[in-house]
């Protein structure tokens, strides 16, 4: 053996002792994937967004009503086995990211960095996430890379504007990815890197969303990213109150009936819903309720979004609004066949399929694998009442030992966790992505560096360097 395989080969044993846990995990993460992508092939699909995206990815034409960030990721793979396996190896990267940043940037043991990993790699609803045909795990990356750039050196700018160029490209896949770069902004002041890379990168982020922007308003004749108004009226239809609010006329057709009041997404697609009433003009209409619900009763709008927000915290999953629509998260016993229904564009799911790959891509059920992920669904994942524990134990060592680092996955896990519920309606399928921001914040409060510490292993690494090589010499 040749002495430069040896040195590989110890090198080897020597990062698997340092990071065994992570590679513990990280295999096991695979493992259940893999055990995943047979049980359910080649993968999951959410009616109808999941056709929407893949129109828009034929087409390649901007969706109305949401970006189409994920459209332009689909397009190329040409195979949904392809697209999903890729997925997964993302999810995967999400969890490399976090325990690159925190063995880099903090004084954690190898072992403590790994098990903020754990609900990343293990949550059964995070592997869901990744085999749905939806944009929640894309944007999730894009926003943890780029945390990960600005965690990692803050003050350098190929760093600083890659960052936001991912948060951008976040932006164009789900907008909520747009309050993100103003969090990262404020948190680069907060940090002390400079205006002048503040300005770099929100110009970068700015330039790169104006893209988007234009090409848009090409296809609708409008600036924008995609929207809707009738999501936040729906999230109006659970507090407002017309007595109170004194609709003008024209707009009162859209206010609620008297009683119980039914679930946010209800009001969107219930037949006997007011916003059925209201023809071509429905978006300008809602829009038109929605501010003057805002105005006349900002604080029912806070109480009801945020109290929502809060059942992220419960031990059990909330069914919200209804059981039909939180079973799209579940690994299901078994899946019918897709109709002829039209899913988008004119064009129906099994069309949309065959344009895109040349075949049907179905779901498939296969046994035992798909038992096996049930059954593994129904224990392994993070519950509620844990998440609340990891931000209760953030906010206690930053009050007790304040690092600015740890606000910058601290704003992004509120954030995710709070407007969703705010703007449009608590969904357990929003509250996923926040658990790596939630993790790596609690990890950063307890175990980040300071500067100082930090120059001073940069010059003990530099020590010794040169006596490894003296000793392999």
């Known amino acids: 053996m040749s002495t430069g395989k040896a ?54 034409r901007p969706l109305e009503s949401r970006p189409s960030g994920y459209s332009l990721f689909l397009a190329p793979f040409r195979s949904v086995v392809a697209l999903v396996t890729v997925q997964h190896l993302l999810g995967l990267g999400i969890a490399a990211c976090l325990y690159a940043v925190l063995r880099r940037r903090t004084f954690l043991p190898a072992w403590a960095a790994a098990l903020a990993t754990a609900p990343v790699l293990l949550d059964a609803y995070q592997i869901q996430l990744e085999h749905l045909v939806m944009a929640d795990l894309l944007f999730t990356f894009l926003v943890v890379g780029g945390v990960t750039l600005l965690l990692l050196n803050p003050r350098s700018w190929t760093m600083v504007i890659t960052a936001f160029l991912l948060l951008a490209f976040s932006a164009m896949t789900r907008t909520l990815g747009l309050p993100l770069i103003g969090v990262a902004a404020v948190w680069l002041l907060i940090a002390r890197a400079g205006w002048r890379r503040v300005l770099a990168g929100a110009g970068a982020a700015g330039v790169a969303v104006a893209g988007y922007a234009f090409w848009y308003n090409a296809a609708y004749g409008s600036y924008g990213l995609g929207s809707s108004s009738v999501w936040l009226w729906s999230r109006t239809m659970t507090f407002a109150d017309c007595g109170r609010m004194d609709p003008p006329e024209n707009l009162k057709v859209l206010c609620p009936d008297i009683g119980p009041r039914l679930a946010a997404p209800a009001y969107i697609w219930d037949p006997q819903s007011p916003i059925m009433k209201t023809g071509k003009q429905r978006d300008e209409m809602a829009s038109e309720f929605s501010m003057l619900a805002l105005r006349s009763q900002p604080l029912d709008f806070l109480t009801t979004g945020l109290g929502d927000a809060m059942w992220a915290f419960r031990w059990d999953r909330v069914v919200y609004p209804s059981p039909g629509t939180q079973s799209a998260y579940q690994f299901p016993e078994s899946v019918k066949p897709l109709t002829d229904k039209l899913a988008s564009a004119g064009r129906s799911a099994p069309e949309l399929m065959i344009q895109y790959q040349g075949s049907r891509a179905d779901t498939q059920v296969v046994e035992p694998f798909a038992s096996w992920t049930r059954a593994y669904q129904r224990h392994v994942y993070l519950r509620g009442p844990l998440l609340g524990a990891i931000f209760v134990c953030t906010f206690l060592v930053m009050i007790i030992r304040f690092r600015a680092a740890t606000l910058l996955p601290l704003g992004f896990a509120l954030t995710l966790l709070l407007l969703p519920p705010l703007v449009a309606a608590f969904d357990h399928r929003y509250v996923v992505p926040v658990v790596p921001f939630a993790c790596l914040a609690a990890a950063c409060a307890v175990g980040w560096r300071s500067p100082a510490s930090n120059v001073q292993r940069d010059q003990d690494r530099k020590e010794r360097v040169p006596a490894r090589r003296a000793a392999h010499a």
């Open 7 to 60: 040195v590989d080969i110890i090198s080897a044993g020597k990062f698997i002792r340092t990071h065994w846990l992570f590679v513990a995990l990280l295999v096991s993460g695979i493992v259940i994937r893999v055990i995943t992508s047979l049980g359910y092939c080649p993968a999951l699909w959410f009616w109808a967004d999941s056709f929407s995206y893949l129109s828009s990815a034929l087409d390649l």
